[in-house]
């Protein structure tokens, strides 16, 4: 039998392409400012404290689990083109407005965070673009194109601390435009950047994208947006949907995306703390590690589409865990060297009642030769304010960067297979509104994340923080266990495919 026309296969994948693009340029949005967004906080205001940090990081999750379900709903029933390029708009319009954050002259802070929310609404269309590559690919082309989707993603994770990187090289001064009131510097610059690619992504997709979908054996069907939706694809009604793996695969989502979003929001006020490192070190540093962990994530995407093939989804989706777990694990203080203190809260005398002088003397006494006499100087090290910083071990360099890499291995492995699994668990009906369900599972995940780490950390340290991480990745490695049977694809549960 023909599946489908040369012109039809074409004309599918250039569209599956530009999805791609899509994916990629919302991922950039985020990571283009990941690593300089605690610096230029703490630049435009001084009032800003680390657990303000958590906020702004998460209200880009906020916008994007609020239009995710939306967006989804939307391309359920409209052209998959509407809410594409709403979305891509949103998101173009809220980088021009966080350039310009800096030029109230009070409440910087919260037009920070209006913008970065409003970025999150615009990365909503990544349920419109993830349930699109659903319904355009048959069951076997599936696991691959949800990896591609997913090393598309993880181009723009690499590329955006590496976008940031080289735009610290203008510095934090840079050139001002005064005639619109534009600084452009190493802050500014990326996210501008970031919205002249957005503006070539809806260009995109009116030239190249059009509608498309087959079955899960690959025939050719009438787009689920348009009327008169031919019945050659009868299995849509028949059979039910696995609600308990859908629950499932949404929480272990969920945990995935909550441990990965610790992992990112920690990395620069961790490395500062436990390194010295200067807020342009910090995010210099940071960008090179977090872009060569990037690259070892779409070597893995690679990896991952040739191995699903022989062992199956579900077992590297439990593998993957078990990385991240031992990623998280490392990462725990061990030895018995503690951090550098940062000297100027002490200078200051703005140390909390609960730290006593005797307890900081000793700190106080092996650095005061090395006092920087100059006030204007940027404080390094770890701050007193947080107690902990006089009792738990630093986290030597070599622990942090193993960390990374396993993260950097486990978190692309459990994200792609996740995608698959839910979308093989969906079957051939409409999945805009459940993917958008699980994008904003992992929207939550990114929400809770960096308030549950930028809490815990300034308060309790780094071995907490990590440890309840390390108890969270146990209890969903337990939760794979239980529902491990129930994890199989639509078709293959009602017996019209074999596994």
């Not at 906020?62 to 708009?89: C, D, H, K």
């Not at 700190?363 to 006030?375: C, E, G, V």
């Amino acid at each position: 039998d023909v599946v489908e026309t040369q012109e039809h296969y074409k004309s599918r994948w250039r569209s599956i392409w530009i999805m791609y693009l899509t994916m990629f340029l919302s991922s950039v949005g985020f990571s283009i400012v990941i690593m300089s967004v605690w610096p230029y906080l703490q630049k435009i205001d001084p009032t800003a404290d680390a657990s303000f940090l958590g906020w702004i990081i998460a209200s880009y999750s906020i916008g994007q689990m609020v239009a995710s379900p939306l967006f989804g709903l939307w391309s359920n029933y409209r052209p998959r083109r509407e809410p594409l390029v709403v979305s891509t708009a949103i998101s173009v319009a809220a980088n021009c407005l966080y350039a310009y954050v800096h030029v109230p002259h009070s409440h910087n802070k919260y037009y920070m965070l209006t913008a970065r929310a409003l970025v999150g609404f615009g990365a909503g269309n990544v349920a419109v673009v993830r349930s699109y590559i659903a319904g355009a690919t048959s069951l076997t082309e599936r696991t691959s194109a949800m990896a591609n989707t997913s090393a598309c993603q993880a181009v723009g994770f690499i590329l955006g601390p590496v976008f940031q990187t080289c735009f610290t090289l203008i510095g934090e001064e840079g050139v001002t435009w005064k005639l619109v009131h534009l600084q452009l510097n190493m802050y500014t610059a990326p996210v501008l950047f970031g919205a002249l690619l957005g503006v070539i992504n809806i260009i995109l997709i009116f030239a190249i994208f059009r509608e498309h979908r087959v079955d899960d054996m690959g025939r050719q069907c009438t787009s689920i947006n348009s009327e008169g939706e031919e019945s050659g694809v009868d299995q849509d009604t028949e059979g039910n949907i696995d609600h308990v793996a859908v629950v499932a695969i949404n929480f272990l989502f969920f945990v995935i995306l909550f441990v990965f979003a610790v992992f990112e929001t920690i990395a620069t006020p961790l490395t500062m703390d436990m390194y010295s490192w200067t807020r342009k070190e910090a995010v210099f540093y940071n960008g090179i590690i977090l872009s060569v962990v990037g690259i070892e994530s779409v070597i893995v995407f690679m990896v991952v589409k040739v191995l699903s093939k022989r062992t199956g989804e579900r077992a590297i989706l439990h593998g993957g865990l078990l990385i991240v777990l031992v990623g998280f694990f490392i990462l725990l203080p061990w030895g018995k060297k503690l951090p550098n203190i940062q000297w100027q809260e002490i200078k200051n005398n703005s140390i909390p009642r609960t730290i006593s002088t005797e307890m900081i003397m000793p700190f106080w006494s092996s650095q005061a030769m090395h006092l920087p006499s100059n006030h204007t100087v940027e404080p390094v090290g770890c701050p007193v304010t947080q107690s902990w910083c006089l009792n738990t071990p630093m986290i030597y360099l070599a622990q942090y960067i193993s960390s990374d890499v396993l993260i950097g291995l486990g978190y692309p492995v459990c994200n792609v297979m996740s995608y698959t699994l839910y979308s093989k668990i969906l079957g051939p009906q409409p999945q805009g509104i459940y993917m958008g369900w699980l994008t904003a599972s992992g929207s939550g995940a990114r929400i809770l994340g960096p308030v549950f780490v930028s809490q815990v950390y300034t308060h309790l340290g780094p071995r907490w923080a990590f440890s309840l991480i390390c108890g969270v990745v146990v209890l969903s490695l337990l939760l794979l266990e239980i529902v491990y049977k129930r994890l199989i694809a639509f078709s293959v549960r009602y017996r019209r495919m074999q596994e």
